[in-house]
């Protein structure tokens, strides 16, 4: 399995309508994606327009490929990118350990 770690920062003031459409996004767009296993969306507390997805992919594939070069890709960021104050910083992991 993969982590997909996204740093998003929103446009101030946003967070409503962002929070709408990130929950719609993942949703109807990244939901329906091969090798999607589920996600996590945490919101920051000090920066309150900074979000953190992870979104859990199969294979590293399953995203860089078969995710963000679809059409799917474009329908998400039409979604959810007019809120981004900056592009988000994207990296991916891997498990190492993982506790009961």
Same mark, same amino acid.
């Given at each position: 399995?993969?982590?997909?770690? *996204?740093?998003?920062?929103? +446009?101030?003031?946003?967070?409503?309508?962002?929070? /709408?459409?990130?929950? !719609?996004?993942?949703?109807? %767009?990244?939901? *329906?994606?091969?090798?999607? +296993?589920?996600?996590?969306?945490?919101?920051?507390? /000090?920066?309150?327009? !900074?979000?953190?997805?992870? %979104?859990?992919?199969?294979?590293?594939?399953?995203?860089?490929?078969?995710f963000r070069q679809s059409d799917a890709f474009t329908?998400?960021?039409?979604?959810?990118?007019?809120?981004?104050?900056?592009?988000?910083?994207?990296?991916?992991?891997?498990?190492?350990?993982?506790?009961?």
């Amino acid at each position: 399995m993969i982590l997909e770690l *996204a740093d998003i920062r929103i +446009q101030p003031g946003q967070n409503a309508a962002f929070e /709408e459409a990130i929950q !719609r996004g993942l949703g109807t %767009v990244i939901g *329906a994606a091969k090798g999607f +296993q589920g996600y996590k969306v945490n919101k920051g507390i /000090e920066s309150p327009e !900074r979000y953190v997805l992870q %979104v859990f992919w199969d294979t590293l594939e399953d995203h860089t490929v078969g995710f963000r070069q679809s059409d799917a890709f474009t329908q998400w960021r039409a979604i959810v990118g007019p809120f981004f104050a900056a592009p988000p910083v994207v990296e991916h992991f891997e498990l190492l350990t993982k506790s009961a």
